[in-house]
C-alpha cells in the first residue's frame, strides 16, 4: 500500500514563497509518476504540477511560479512555490499514479492520494 503524507503547508503574504514535501512509503516516485493538486473551495480539483520520468508538467496558472522535484533517495517529492497570489490559496495534495503522458492533468488518473495541507496566501 502507498502512503503519502503532505507537509509545509501555512499562511503566507502574496508574493512570499512556500515548499511543500510529499513522503511516501517505499520507492513510490520512482516506479509512478507523482504530482500536486489543488482544491479551493467550491471549485474542482485543479492541476498543479507533475513529473514522469525525467518530464516535468505545470499547469498554466502556475508555470513559472512554481518548481516540482523530487529526492529520489528520500522518496520525497516537493513543490517549491514562489510569487504567490491570493488565488493560490487552496489544500494542496500529492498523488501518485501509473499515467500516459496525456493523462498526467487529470485527478482520476492517480490511485494515490494524500491527506492534504492547507496554503493560505494573505492580500
Known amino acids: 500500500q502507498v502512503e503519502l503524507v503532505e507537509s509545509g503547508g501555512g499562511l503566507v503574504p502574496a508574493g512570499g514563497s512556500l515548499t511543500l514535501s510529499c513522503a511516501s512509503s517505499g520507492r513510490t516516485f520512482n516506479t509512478y509518476t507523482g504530482g500536486w493538486f489543488r482544491q479551493a473551495p467550491g471549485k474542482e480539483r485543479e492541476f498543479v504540477a507533475a513529473?514522469?520520468?525525467?518530464?516535468?508538467y505545470y499547469g498554466p496558472s502556475v508555470k513559472g511560479r512554481f518548481t516540482i522535484s523530487r529526492d529520489s533517495a528520500r522518496n520525497t517529492i516537493f513543490l517549491q512555490m514562489d510569487s504567490l497570489k491570493p488565488e493560490d490559496t487552496a489544500v494542496y495534495y500529492c498523488?501518485?499514479?501509473?499515467?500516459?503522458?496525456?493523462?498526467?492533468?487529470?485527478?482520476?488518473?492517480?490511485?494515490?492520494w494524500g491527506q492534504g495541507t492547507q496554503v493560505t496566501v494573505s492580500s
Open positions: 498523488a501518485a499514479g501509473r499515467l500516459i503522458t496525456s493523462n498526467i492533468p487529470t485527478a482520476s488518473g492517480y490511485a494515490y
Open positions: 513529473f514522469k520520468g525525467g518530464s516535468t
